[in-house]
Structure formats: C-alpha cells, structure tokens
C-alpha cells in the first residue's frame, strides 16, 4: 500500500508542482517508463529522470541529467556588459592583502590605479580582501568602466601591498560578477487558476508565473553610494532607479515545456543591446553524444584547428564537438532565405548512438519581436559558441532609447525524441495546440499526437521544405507526413 504521505504522477495530462520561495519544482510526464522532476530556480533547471511508479518526494535519487545554471538569457549591453539573468555587473573586482585597513566606514572610499582609472569601495569581504567597481566616465558620449586595474592601487597617495586582484568576484552572497542581479518585484503562482500555498504539493493541468523583475542601474548604485558614504546598498535596492523592467508570465504544462510571454521597458538608453530571448540551453549530464538541429539554416563550412575547411549543416542533426573552431555568428545569409529565419532551435543528447533526451526552445512565429512580419530581430539571430551552448538571438539594435517597450514570446519545452526522421514536440501558447515538426530526412512518416488532437483541423502556420500533410488528424491521433526534402513545419489547432 503506498504511503499517504507520498504523491504519485496518476495522468500524463497532469503534473505536480511545489513552490518553496523562488523554487518551482515539478513532476512531469517523459516517457512510457519515466517522468522528468524539474527544479525551475529563477529561469534555470536541474532535471532528473525517475522511474514512473516513483513519487514526487523520491526525486533526489533521480538521475540528474541537466544542471543548467545558465538557462535564462541575459541582456548584453555596450555600457554594463552581460546583465540579467545569471548576470551582474563584470566590472568589479576582489582586492586581496595580507591586512587591509577598511572598514565599512571605507564604502564609498575612492581608489586610483596608474593609468587615472578611478574606483570606489562598495564591499568589505573581510581583514583581507574587499570588493571595489570602476567609477563610469564618459568617452564619445558613451559610459565606459575599467575593464583592468592598471598597475597598483592608491589610497590617498598611499600605495597598496595588493595579493591579487580578481576580476567579476564578489562576497554578496557569493558570485563572479556583482549580486544579486534580478529585483522581484512579484513572484506569484497559481495551479489551474487558484494561488499555491507555500511548500504545498500539487496536481494540476496548468501553472501560471507572473514574475515582475527590475534590472538596476549599477550607476544609480555607485551614485548612491558617493551620496551616502559607510553605507553598504544592494544592487537592488529599492530606491535605486531601475533600467530594465521585465513583465513575465510563465505557463507550466503537463508535458515538460513551458511559456513565457514576457514585456520589457528599457528606463534609460543602451547602446549595442542584444536580448537573447529569455531562453537558451546550458547543456546535458552524463551523455556521451550532443546533436544540434536548426532547421532552415544552409550548410556552412568551418575551418578545423589547422585550418581546413569542413561542412556543417545544422538541418540534421549534427554531432557537436567542443572546439573553438566551431563557434559560429549566425546571419540572414546563413539562412535558406533570409527573409525567413529559424524560431525553433533544438538540443538533442544520447548514450551509445540512441537518443534519449531532447531541450527545444524557441519562439512564437506569430507574436512579438520574432513574429514573420517582425523587423526589430536585427542581423545576428543565432550563436553557437564552442562550449555546446545554444544562444538563439531574439533582439539585436545598435541603440535603444529610454522609454522603448518591447513584447516577446519565448518557449521551453524537454521531451523523449523519436527514433525516426522526424523530430516533432508539442505544447500550447495561451489558446491554441501548437506542434513542431522538423523533418530532417526526406520520407514518409505517421506521427502520434496528443489524445486531445485526435480527428482535429490545424492550420499550418509555417513550412519550409517540400512537405505534404493531410488536412486533419486521424481519429486515432495519427499525423501522416510525406516529406520529398528536408523541412519543417508548425501546426496550430
């Protein structure tokens, strides 16, 4: 008899969810014989697999198969560099010796360096290390920081017997760069309509997230500072004024994916502003082999360490292998057509040639910056950078202006992939039934979708490729896919 106490996944078109502060964990629906528990810590995810008969509370001797603390994409500026996210400002540094003599009294202090370069005091670590930032100037009407200490630090003339210096650390709690980073301005969730009790165990059909987020001026920081000197500040306080405000709601369903509809305001001008659309992939644990697929993309030819050129096309899926020859700037011109660019981007991880666990992530081809009809994307719409992360672009201008807003929406979604030569996944976007399909060998294919899409209707709201489909589903949930060439295509019911 299975203990009261104890809370078992009973329906794939459910799951089960908890909230303990700004953790979300879940227990979702994966495969015929395992679910996935999903531990959601402000935009990252650890995921591990577990038996089907196991409970929710047996997660912990789950097998972790993602520990992604880099899930959830920042914003990078010209100004403050990489912030948001897991990201605050890198332009601090950890200053270490023997014996110092500042005290908090000493926050505010202003140091100098060889070159002119100015920095203040804004943390004391401890006897023999503090945590000092670069004064901003002004060059050619943009806010510069030291990115470097130039030689040795002065105090008043006085010259300092530093250890060493560390740049991007900081003791606030602990960090490489300045924390914490996100103001939570609110942070509420609710199952099937109703508000979640605190460390309350849940079932449900769908979660709702309004997350309300300030990214803070770390100017209006140091400002504040020189203003009130011997006084320690947070780098979200709330009187500091904010220049990023993030309005996000996220909608957890039963199938391991997620939405997140999301508004932002830039409160003050940037320069070089790049948005990497609030989602991007970290990775995978304990797989011997990661492919990555991006349809609509042409063949490209990369040189190898000792600089011969060799093919990768990314409309199969491609065995990424970590080297820095392979980090790649994806453009317009690296795309079939550049009128038409990829939305959909697809992480694919396996043991022993079989595929056993796949990240897709992307975004609505019909709202937002990224819709078809949408002209603010800019040039750069992909990176794939050599460490096997993925960084799909969903903004990119040379200047935003204060007061500018902007709508996104972005998707999430982990599932079992296919042996077969399509990579299909499926999950709703506020009213409708969405499906991707990528076909990445030509051939014909019959597909099983979700009960509640059997004998359905759809409208194919994008294809690429030369792809026949039927103009409904069968009455027992089968999709019958004719695929002369390579390609893809989005149903929506």
Not at 38 to 46: A, C, D, K, Q
Not at 120 to 134: E, M, W
Not at 164 to 184: E, T
Not at 440 to 469: K, R
Request: aromatic share 12%; proline share 6%; glycine share 6%.
């Amino acid at each position: 008899m299975n203990d009261p106490t104890e809370h078992f996944l009973i329906s794939p078109q459910k799951f089960l969810l908890r909230k303990s502060g700004y953790e979300i964990q879940m227990l979702c629906h994966f495969s015929d014989s395992e679910n996935l528990f999903i531990r959601f810590v402000e935009g990252n995810h650890l995921v591990y697999l577990l038996p089907e008969d196991a409970p929710f509370e047996a997660w912990r001797s789950g097998k972790i198969i993602h520990e992604g603390w880099d899930d959830f994409a920042p914003f990078l500026t010209e100004e403050f560099g990489t912030i948001g996210a897991n990201h605050g400002s890198p332009y601090t540094f950890t200053v270490s010796m023997v014996r110092h003599w500042f005290t908090e009294a000493d926050i505010g202090k202003e140091l100098i360096d060889d070159a002119g370069n100015k920095f203040i005091v804004i943390f004391i670590n401890s006897l023999s290390a503090f945590t000092i930032h670069g004064v901003p100037r002004m060059v050619n009407g943009k806010i510069k920081f030291a990115k470097a200490i130039s030689g040795p630090l002065y105090d008043n003339g006085t010259k300092l017997a530093v250890n060493s210096v560390k740049r991007g650390q900081m003791a606030q709690p602990c960090g490489r760069q300045l924390n914490p980073h996100y103001r939570h301005n609110c942070y509420q969730l609710s199952a099937d309509g109703d508000p979640v009790e605190e460390n309350v165990i849940t079932e449900c059909h769908s979660a709702d997230l309004i997350w309300d987020i300030d990214l803070c001026r770390v100017d209006a920081m140091l400002e504040h500072i020189a203003k009130n000197p011997g006084r320690m500040i947070s780098p979200t306080a709330p009187e500091l004024e904010s220049a990023i405000h993030l309005d996000l709601k996220i909608n957890f369903q039963p199938n391991a994916a997620y939405t997140i509809a999301s508004k932002f305001r830039f409160n003050r001008a940037f320069h070089g502003s790049v948005l990497f659309g609030l989602v991007q992939n970290y990775g995978a644990v304990g797989f011997d082999t990661q492919e990555k697929l991006v349809p609509k993309l042409k063949p490209y030819l990369q040189k190898d360490t000792h600089s011969y050129p060799f093919e990768i096309d990314l409309s199969e899926p491609w065995k990424m292998y970590f080297s820095d020859y392979v980090s790649h700037f994806f453009t317009p011109e690296d795309c079939v057509s550049p009128d038409d660019i990829p939305n959909d981007y697809v992480d694919i991880f396996g043991n022993n040639g079989q595929r056993e666990f796949a990240v897709a992530l992307g975004y609505s081809k019909t709202a937002g910056i990224t819709a078809r009809n949408s002209t603010e994307r800019g040039p750069v719409n992909l990176f794939l950078p050599s460490s096997g992360k993925i960084y799909p672009y969903a903004f990119h201008r040379p200047k935003v202006d204060a007061g500018e807003e902007f709508e996104l929406f972005a998707y999430r979604q982990l599932f079992k992939p296919s042996g077969s030569n399509i990579i299909y996944y499926c999950r709703r976007e506020e009213d409708h039934y969405i499906v991707n399909a990528i076909c990445h060998a030509p051939g014909e294919e019959c597909i099983t979708l979700p009960p509640e899409l059997a004998d359905c209707s759809f409208e194919c709201i994008d294809l690429s490729g030369t792809i026949s489909l039927p103009e409904k589903v069968s009455a027992d949930g089968i999709l019958a896919v004719n695929a002369r060439s390579k390609g893809c295509f989005t149903l929506r019911f």
